[in-house]
């Protein structure tokens, strides 16, 4: 059976939580009608989880939200041990149903995903996190990217899907593309919805550029760092570190 630990006090109430935390149907919207390719980038996520791990592996899922891609994504997998550490509790109380029949032990914990590293105590094989980590500054971006190394067992990865900016872009000029992809191809919200989210990204969004990330990549001691797949619309990336 599913475990779960509660952490209420270490979680942050700011802007680029809030969205997550008091309405979590909204992403839950979002992540239903695959307004940001969750789909292709959980599709990659797999096939390197089919490629890299041949071995038993455990997957620590940060900002796990529902929980619906990875339950999916780890079937028939040789993973054995899942983790997700999400904010709200309504997003975790879904992940519980996802991976209630998985067939592998699954934990799950409310709390801050940056807190991470004060929760596990052992080495993990896979971390995996989308759409998460842009919300912080680029330094805070490379230390959380040190935890994660110093997290990982040996042979382990750490994977990552996230928004991104185009050489020469900054916030302002992100967040005009963002918004005409929006319009263009979002679905299913209303419009009090569609304003939530569009005050989200314009308040709270960070982006690197693909070549910053493998950069910060680097600095954070991985041997390995580079992009492995582009969402069709060209607002994220996803990128791998070993």
Known sequence: MPDTENRNGDIPQNISTEIFIKNWAIYKKIIENDNM???????KLREILMKDMKRPFSFLDLACGDAHYSSKVLQDTKAVKYIGIDVSAEALS??????????FESTFIRADFLDFDKIIKKPVDVVWVGF????????DKLEFMKKVKKALSSDGLFIVYEPIFLEGENQGSYYKRFKETFYLHWTGLSKEEAESLLEHVRESEKPETAEDWIKLGKEAGFNQAEKVFSEKTGLYELF???
């Not at 390719?37 to 599709?43: E, I, K, L, M, V």
């Open 132 to 139: 998460s980590v842009h919300h912080l500054e680029t330094a």
């Open 240 to 242: 791998k570190f070993k």
């Open 37 to 43: 390719s969750h789909s292709d980038g959980y599709a």
């Open 94 to 103: 879904f992940a519980k149903e996802e991976l209630r029949n998985s067939g």
